[in-house]
């Protein structure tokens, strides 16, 4: 299968070299948001992600743009095609765990989880399964989820805790961080049962390890707990991801349709007319029905 997508880490210096790269080579320049640059030259994109950095290839020249390019003239290494060579544990068996919704003022908190191997992993990779925050289409999400969901090998979940029922955890929890533990432990918990003897489990790390190793006790999990930053990078956690914001879109969508009302992604003053535009033509009392009442947004409207 042809390549079409590519993403890398890259070191804050490779920024400069890929954009010389660029505009010597005849690439459109132009400007996008959370990106240093981006580049088009025929069906080809490459974009330079602030946050990492990192480096996305997409089109129909991506493979040929990562080993004749990129890996001589930025990485200095051949990388393509060698993932089991430099990356080993990303394709030994493990569970990847993500959530999507966090930082949202509107709609549930969901958290995926997805399993792989080394021949699932290759896979998704093939398929270009990578970290949702880089995917801004709601298509593109919903048939990468389609995949994941059928590649043989692969064991998933998914659970969502909508506004109302994550409003009472909250009050109980009293605190996110505990909250997501009980979130990503429930998931761990379940792909345990799917999957037994997988030996550990990465997550983006969200706050002090143990929290969630407390939480995975609390379930009598006994796995090895890995938690890092960037841990989208992985295949498994990419996947995870992709899960999570499939059905954070969702809800996002079919709420909007069901309300009247376009419900917003994000926080902050542009969700204001939103919320106050439910609840003139709802009332009140929905304000808790679609949204995270411990928001800083919330005590403004």
């Known amino acids: 299968m042809a390549l079409s997508s590519y993403t890398m880490p890259i070191s804050a210096d490779k920024v400069e070299v890929i954009r010389k790269i660029l505009v010597e080579g005849g690439f459109e320049m132009k400007q996008k948001a959370y990106a240093h640059f981006s580049g088009k030259k025929g069906k080809l994109n490459v974009t330079v992600y602030e946050k990492g950095p990192k480096v996305l290839v997409q089109g129909g020249d991506t493979e040929d743009f990562v080993r004749f390019t990129l890996e001589p003239m930025v990485f200095g290494e051949a990388r393509l095609g060698y993932e089991e060579v430099n990356e080993p544990d990303m394709f030994s068996p493990h569970f990847g765990i993500d959530e999507s919704g966090k930082g949202d003022f509107f709609g549930p908190l969901v958290v995926a989880g997805a399993y792989t191997d080394a021949t699932s992993t290759r896979a998704l990779m093939d398929a270009g399964v990578m970290d949702s925050k880089r995917i801004t289409s709601a298509a593109k999400i919903a048939k990468l989820a389609g995949i994941i969901r059928s590649t043989s090998g692969v064991a998933y979940e998914v659970i969502s805790i909508g506004p109302e029922r994550y409003n009472e955890m ?49 379930h009598g999990l006994d796995l090895k707990l890995e938690q890092r930053t960037k841990g989208e990078s992985d295949v498994a956690v990419a996947a995870a991801s992709i899960l999570a914001r499939e059905r954070f879109v969702k809800w996002i969508t079919d709420s909007s349709e069901k309300s009247g009302v376009k419900i917003p992604l994000g926080a902050g003053p542009h969700v204001l007319d939103a919320a106050r535009e439910l609840i003139a033509m709802h009332g009140g009392e929905i304000l808790p029905k679609v949204a995270k009442m411990h928001f800083k947004t919330a005590g403004e409207i």
């Open 170 to 218: 909250y009050r109980s929890f009293k605190n996110l961080n505990r909250l997501l533990a009980w979130g990503h432990a429930r998931v761990i918990k379940s792909l345990a049962e799917k999957v037994p003897d997988c030996p550990r489990a990465l997550s983006d790390q969200f706050a002090r390890k143990e929290v969630l190793e407390k939480e995975l006790a609390r």
